[in-house]
């Protein structure tokens, strides 16, 4: 089973400054990687897949780069609406598909 | 508009069973690959079981691989969960989810809104 270890598990961080995320593979691959927002009560909305394309409605500010076994979601400026919990998934080396443990961003 | 709507939630005690279902709209069903997704109370996210559009080809987590089951019925664009030997730590919020594309790459671009499943004496 792929594990996937996110850090840090929380991030605190000032309206505007930017936000680094990393998601850490225990097995080395390129581009099967998605990155998800989740805000309390809500399910999760899909950011990011294939490590670097932004879903549909995703403001540029949020961006996805990585391979290997290190996997950055970086959020350029952020805004009063991002903050919340991230999770990476990875879809390479499937079943089990495996999510990371999550980063919660908060306000500083 | 894509919807996924889930159902069947509920307190259930240890060794009971429970069957959730999911009704999808907005979209044709039996072209997108599906998936259960749970959280546990102020936990990450687990995936649990995948099943195929059309083949019903089905895969699971080793935490409830013969405990559960995913089927679907494609006339009636329903999803389902049957889970059978609850045990406390099954206790979450069960997600739907659809598969953005076909193939090996499953990621999820629509999520049901969750049902709760208790499971406690």
């Known amino acids: 089973e792929m594990v996937m270890t996110q850090s840090p598990a929380t991030l605190s961080v000032s309206p505007g400054e930017r936000a680094t995320l990393s998601c850490r593979a225990s097995q080395s691959f390129s581009r099967n990687l998605a990155w998800y927002q989740q805000k309390p009560g809500q399910a999760p909305r899909l950011l990011i897949y294939d490590t670097s394309t932004r879903a549909t409605g995703i403001p540029a500010r949020f961006s996805g780069s990585g391979s290997g076994t290190v996997f950055t979601l970086t959020i350029s400026s952020l805004q009063s609406e991002d903050f919340a919990v991230y999770y990476c998934?990875?879809?390479?080396?499937?079943?089990?598909?495996?999510f990371g443990g999550g980063t919660k961003v908060e306000i500083k | 508009e894509v919807q996924l709507v889930e159902s069947g939630g509920g307190l259930v005690q240890p060794g009971g069973s429970l069957r959730l279902s999911c009704a999808a709209s907005?979209?044709?069903?039996?072209?997108?690959?599906m998936s259960w997704v749970r959280q546990a109370p102020g936990k990450g996210l687990e995936w649990l079981s995948y099943?195929?559009?059309?083949?019903?080809?089905?895969y699971y987590a080793d935490s409830v691989k013969g405990r559960f089951t995913i089927s679907r019925d494609n006339a009636k664009n329903s999803l389902y969960l049957h889970m059978s030997s609850l045990r406390a730590e099954d206790t979450a919020v069960y997600y739907c989810?659809?598969?953005?594309?076909?193939?090996?790459?499953?990621?999820?671009?629509?999520w049901g809104q969750g049902a709760l499943v208790t499971v406690s004496s």
């Open positions: 998934q990875q879809y390479n080396n499937w079943p089990p598909l495996t």
């Open positions: 907005g979209f044709t069903f039996s072209s997108y690959e």
């Open positions: 989810a659809r598969d953005s594309t076909y193939g090996p790459s499953v990621y999820f671009d629509y």
């Open positions: 099943i195929s559009g059309g083949d019903s080809t089905t």
